[in-house]
């Protein structure tokens, strides 16, 4: 434990969760009176479950719900938390988790988070309480209690979907700067000077789109508008941000888009006011869905391999929770831009 009272970080699986013990230390208690006060709390003092109560706080100690009813340490259950299964973006992802782990004789729980005042906080404290053998978690913008509570619970944790040199344990995922920069590179190479943005309002995505205008600036074209849409994002949304664009910014003629879906609703949307596509307006979605290359004109877009992203997360769970080290806990999956018709 640090100075501040924070936990220290630890490595995982057995060597450094944070126990009744600890907690009981930090209150100046006896275990047994720690855990009365966690588990029928009117049988202790206001002073003693204050005592408790405040030593929970400062080392992020989660109760095992599961304590002295399982023979084994180890559950064979893997918990992923995404932020929305409505949005078909993270499907490749969870199946391809879904079946390694099951190849190796572990079963996935999953928890939807949403993306606007995020249930991740509720979800965790429920899934680190039954002590599953890994977290798999989306994304990297965790709340501070989150993180006190990930990091005392001496359980593998892989991020997914980003990137960081500072993760909590491991991750497996890509740069969204870095994809910004590089669809405003694609673009400008094309000829594109009036570019213009449809973004999802979850964190993600705002990095994603803030990389694409500074980098617009950098090349030396004019500031980029963007219209914001509510996550998760829908072809309906795509549809009233073009026309929104149009309105303001009649000349555009480009727009990256968060998402496929996005992406849809803007080439409908063009479709419907006789705008030509690519010849008057390219497109670039994100996300590579399986109706992208199907469609009329084909989506140009970004594809991120979800499936690898699965598979990595699964064995570093796995070879945690069973003993064997890990290779790099940084894995960049990177991304690609695949060049279609409405580009």
């Not at 599961?66 to 973006?89: E, N, W, Y």
């Not at 500031?223 to 829908?234: G, K, L, W």
């Not at 992406?263 to 063009?270: I, P, Q």
């Amino acid at each position: 434990m640090s100075k501040d009272g924070t936990p220290v970080r630890r490595a995982r699986r057995g060597s450094g969760a944070v126990t009744l013990h600890d907690v009981a230390k930090l209150a100046g208690v006896a275990p047994i009176t720690a855990s009365r006060a966690l588990s029928s709390p009117k049988q202790v003092s206001a002073e003693v479950l204050k005592k408790v109560t405040d030593a929970v706080g400062r080392t992020g100690y989660v109760r095992n719900v599961l304590a002295g009813g399982l023979a084994s340490t180890r559950s064979r259950l893997v918990a992923a938390v995404v932020p929305t299964m409505t949005g078909p973006v993270f499907l490749q992802t969870v199946q391809s988790l879904t079946e390694a782990l099951a190849e190796r004789g572990y079963q996935l729980m999953l928890g939807q988070s949403g993306y606007v005042d995020s249930r991740e906080d509720a979800l965790l404290e429920a899934i680190i309480g039954r002590r599953p053998d890994g977290i798999v978690l989306t994304g990297i913008m965790h709340s501070p209690e989150g993180r006190k509570r990930l990091l005392a619970a001496g359980i593998p944790v892989v991020e997914t979907w980003d990137l960081t040199p500072t993760p909590l344990d491991m991750i497996v995922g890509f740069s969204h700067p870095d994809v910004g920069r590089a669809v405003v590179d694609f673009l400008h190479r094309k000829g594109r000077s009036r570019l213009a943005v449809v973004a999802g309002d979850d964190e993600r995505s705002q990095r994603r789109h803030q990389a694409f205008r500074d980098a617009a600036r950098a090349a030396g074209l004019r500031d980029v508008p963007v219209i914001q849409v509510p996550a998760p994002t829908t072809l309906k949304s795509g549809r009233g941000a073009l026309a929104d664009l149009l309105r303001d910014v009649p000349d555009i003629d480009a727009v990256f888009c968060s998402s496929d879906l996005v992406a849809l609703g803007v080439l409908v949307e063009a479709q419907s006011r006789g705008i030509a596509v690519p010849e008057q307006l390219a497109v670039v979605g994100f996300g590579d869905l399986e109706f992208s290359a199907d469609l009329n004109p084909a989506l140009t877009t970004v594809r991120i391999d979800g499936a690898t992203i699965g598979r990595t997360a699964a064995q570093f769970i796995v070879d945690r929770a069973e003993g064997r080290q890990t290779g790099p806990r940084i894995v960049d999956v990177g991304f690609s831009i695949i060049d279609r018709a409405s580009t």
